[in-house]
């Protein structure tokens, strides 16, 4: 536990730099729905993509009273920020709140999309959770790289992954439409940047602070 904490730290100690890029601009779609889409009555489409799927990457407990959906980025740096936050929560929060991750890859970002697919892959092999923490506590290392594959072959390679069961799932139809699927219920949901954070439904102002995250979270219990 100690050393999952220490992993994180970093991040937690850089918040006000990270909140400063934290409005990052999705991919150009005059089709998008307006952001106050996402907030609708129970029994809606909204609410439908927002209920928790049995292959939703989760965190916490599901039967829990609080549900908190993330779409993210892996290239983003506030995505990073809110990952260690989440970590964090879910720790110190397991048996009240379930935290579901979803895939926002922005075209704008050079690596996201392969990053999506490489956390997909893992998950394929019950490791998801530890290549989406190796790419995120990393991310400065691979973002600045021109070979960031290699670099997360290194991370699969850490975590022993199977490396051929890797490289099909990779190249699988269904695991990039996993990723667009995500993205295209978040562009329904109106979401234009990330990390974009729904709460019981309800898309929030993002927190700026662990404390200000896990009062939201409270005041919903």
Known sequence: MNKRYALWGGLLATMALIIIVMVRVADDDTNQAPASAAIQNSGTAESEILAPRDNDWIKGNPDADVVVVKYSDFQCPACRFYASMDDQL?????????FIFRHFPLSSFEHSNLASRYTEAAGRQDKFWRMHDLIYIN???????????????????????????????????????????????????????????????????????MDEYREMIESRL
């Open 90 to 98: 879910s720790q110190e929060m397991g048996d009240d709140v379930l």
């Open 139 to 209: 991310q400065q290392r691979w973002s600045r790289s021109n070979d960031a594959e290699s670099i997360f072959r290194q991370f699969a390679d850490s975590i022993d992954l199977d490396m051929t069961q890797l490289d099909e799932d990779l190249e699988d139809p269904d695991l990039m439409a996993r990723i667009r699927s995500d993205y295209e219920d978040g562009q329904r949901l109106g979401v234009r940047a990330v990390p974009s954070l729904f709460i019981n439904g309800e898309m929030i102002q993002n927190p700026s602070s």
